[in-house]
């Protein structure tokens, strides 16, 4: 995938700070303009700046990709409107400006300049799984029983994530520590409206009407009690999900702060004044995400975080390890145990639950309940369908007795990683999604050296032992970090 030419002149790089800060507005003008007329204003200065700089524009993605539970809105439009999160709006009006800037440039070098591309063969061996993934994505749509809720799936959670991706790629390598940077900031403000609600001072209301699940259909509570500890929500429908996306967020933000120490130490060795690193601003974030992972009290996102740590201390400690062949064996066996350990750890929380039982068969009945659907559709059911076949007023229902009139009867997903891929894209999914981990855990491997790329492998770990229990792709923001950390490893991973 070819990158694409951005302005170049120092001019046009000092102008970023006034052009982030316009789009800013601008987004801010759509979301908050509380009328048709202000918010397709904003959306058209936002698509205008785009046009300028289509790269920033993508960064707004990532950093508006929390808020998808309280998407801005185009009144009038319909009915009851028509609701539109700001990342999708981002997504689209980046998409628009980077196309008409290569059409653009086409016309501009009349289309005849000889150049070729990559031939259709080494495309199709770069791209396999990723086209693999779309098929399945179809074919969850094909299967589904409801097929209205499967292309809204299939729209938010397949198409726009590989929009996202290619968009990543085509920016190349320059915007790809922002796009990481703008993820940071936005868990370091999910952690900190977390810790204000916990303090007791919510401050979410102020950004619009969370869609959630409030029994009376009235205004969701942000901080909730549960099993004696009080649990916040932060900008999300359940803390598990706040814990989901923080767990993936603070490993990237150490990163980014080992980035700028490394940067800062081989300055002074040299003597050369290096420009402002961040490096603190980094380990702030990081803080905060951390904070607001414990006060979501999820245990899967404490394992996911323990996980990513364990990735992280032993990534730092390779290199030095490496020289002596037997330490790093050692080392390797230590990486194999600390890995089943943890794994154990979250297959024992989610099957035995706390110590009062909380969780204890929760677990175990909507496992049963996903194998008894796969044995009767091994191709598996469709896009957002569990939650249709779990209805237990559906004939097609296998849902155990003992869940009806509980919260788990209106759950969406069966919270395990390998069975909600199976139901929602058959096998042809998890062959797609093991393709994409293994390709992405050799890029890290090879390159382990990369800061960067071992904040992504600590956070695809920690995704992936939450996952054991609980959601691992298919919400906005899950998606959108899972395709930016596919991105980053293959071009800091694979590029020379």
Not at 22 to 43: D, E, I, N, R, T
Not at 396 to 414: N, Y
Request: aromatic fraction near 8%.
């Amino acid at each position: 995938m070819t990158a694409a030419a951005q302005p170049g002149p120092i001019a046009t790089r000092r102008l970023q700070p006034a052009l982030l800060a316009g789009m800013s507005l601008a987004l801010l003008l759509f979301y908050q303009g509380g009328a048709l007329v202000p918010a397709l204003l904003g959306l058209a200065i936002f698509g205008a700046l785009a046009l300028w700089r289509a790269d920033l524009a993508l960064l707004f993605v990532p950093l508006t990709v929390p808020l998808y539970m309280i998407p801005g809105a185009l009144p009038g439009i319909r009915a009851r409107g028509f609701d539109l999160p700001l990342h999708e709006a981002a997504l689209l009006l980046a998409f628009v400006a980077t196309a008409a800037r290569w059409l653009w440039g086409r016309v501009a070098r009349h289309a005849g300049s000889g150049a070729h591309g990559p031939a259709p063969a080494a495309l199709l061996r770069q791209y396999a799984p990723h086209a693999l993934f779309l098929l399945a994505g179809l074919l969850g749509v094909a299967l589904a029983q409801a097929r209205g809720p499967a292309l809204i799936e299939f729209r938010r959670l397949i198409a726009e994530p590989l929009l996202f991706y290619a968009l990543a790629r085509w920016h190349g390598r320059a915007t790809m520590r922002r796009l990481v940077a703008a993820l940071v900031l936005a868990g370091a403000l999910a952690g900190l409206l977390g810790l204000l609600q916990y303090a007791g001072l919510d401050l979410v209301p102020l950004l619009g009407r969370k869609q959630c699940f409030a029994p009376d259909g009235g205004v969701c509570a942000n901080v909730i009690a549960d099993g004696g500890v009080r649990r916040v929500l932060s900008v999300y429908g359940h803390p598990n999900n706040l814990g989901l996306f923080l767990e993936r967020a603070w490993p990237l933000a150490a990163a980014l702060a080992l980035v700028g120490f490394r940067t800062r130490r081989q300055a002074l060795r040299t003597g050369v004044v290096a420009r402002r690193d961040g490096a603190w601003r980094f380990v702030l974030a990081a803080c905060l995400s951390l904070a607001g992972i414990v006060v979501s009290f999820s245990r899967g996102a404490w394992l996911g975080t323990l996980a990513a740590a364990a990735v992280l201390a032993i990534g730092l400690a390779w290199p030095r390890a490496a020289r002596d062949r037997a330490r790093a064996l050692r080392l390797a066996w230590l990486l194999g145990l600390g890995a089943a350990v943890l794994v154990l750890a979250g297959l024992s929380l989610s099957v035995r639950g706390d110590l009062r039982g909380g969780s204890t068969p929760v677990r175990l009945l909507l496992w049963r309940e996903a194998l008894g659907y796969i044995r009767l559709h091994p191709l598996g059911i469709g896009l957002d369908q569990f939650g249709i076949y779990h209805d237990p007023r559906s004939p097609l229902s296998l849902i155990d007795p003992a869940l009806v009139g509980t919260s788990e009867q209106f759950a969406a997903h069966p919270h395990n990683l390998l069975l909600d891929i199976w139901l929602r894209l058959g096998p042809l999914g998890l062959l797609a999604f093991g393709w994409l981990i293994v390709r992405f855990l050799r890029a890290v491997l090879r390159y382990a050296d990369q800061p960067l790329l071992l904040g992504a492998a600590a956070a695809m770990v920690a995704a992936l032992a939450h996952g054991l229990v609980d959601s691992f792709y298919f919400f906005s923001d899950l998606a959108i970090v899972f395709w930016l950390l596919v991105a980053l490893a293959e071009v800091l991973g694979s590029t020379p």
